[in-house]
């Protein structure tokens, strides 16, 4: 079993706003700076041998501590990327949702379905080189590709909507990794808080 610490990254403005961060370039808060260094306190003691990220700045700034700690470069990893929301990015959630009865019906919004291809992909093979070194690994990314990835996991979190992932939390989780079969997870914590 190969252990991955799946984390989310810290507060920004638009995350204190409600608004959709997609693709936007936008950096930790001082909240969000707060957030990381717990995480980082948290994630740089669990042993890691790599520690992988979203390419968007947010990220890589709530990974920066972590990686800081454990003496490793952070590695990117276009596929962690947040959802994209294409037009929408910047607007507020509740006003997508007035306007299309939901984000997922918003046009030029990414299929939920894709987010989770390319995320699992990103997520195996970080499980594959986790195992192949004998040790867990970091990965950062986004609020909705973390709850989609732990619904397509586990039926407990099926509706993911429902999943709770707030700023600067992490999700524990095992892969089993077996020639010729699909890789098996077992969700281990979700949203841990670091304190």
């Not at 596929?79 to 997922?104: C, H, T």
């Not at 867990?136 to 407990?156: F, K, W, Y």
């Not at 939390?169 to 990794?177: K, S």
């Amino acid at each position: 079993m190969t252990r991955i610490y799946l984390a989310r990254h810290g507060r920004t403005a638009l995350n204190a706003a409600g608004a959709l961060r997609g693709r936007s370039e936008v950096p930790l808060d001082e909240v969000g700076i707060a957030e990381a260094e717990r995480l980082g306190a948290v994630l740089g003691g669990k042993g890691a041998g790599f520690v992988v990220s979203s390419p968007l700045r947010r990220a890589i700034e709530t990974a920066q501590p972590a990686a800081l700690q454990l003496g490793l470069e952070i590695r990117l990893d276009a596929r962690l990327a947040d959802r994209d929301y294409g037009d929408w990015a910047g607007v507020r959630v509740d006003e997508v949702v007035e306007k299309f009865g939901s984000v997922d019906a918003a046009p030029g919004v990414e299929p939920r379905g894709s987010v989770v291809e390319r995320a699992m992909a990103a997520l195996v093979d970080a499980s594959q080189e986790a195992d192949r070194l004998g040790s867990p690994a970091v990965v950062v990314s986004h609020d909705v590709v973390n709850r989609l990835l732990l619904a397509a996991m586990s039926d407990r979190f099926a509706d993911a909507d429902r999943t709770p992932q707030v700023t600067g939390c992490y999700n524990e989780l095992e892969c089993e990794l077996a020639d010729g079969r699909a890789p098996t997870w077992q969700v281990l914590a979700v949203n841990a808080i670091p304190t």
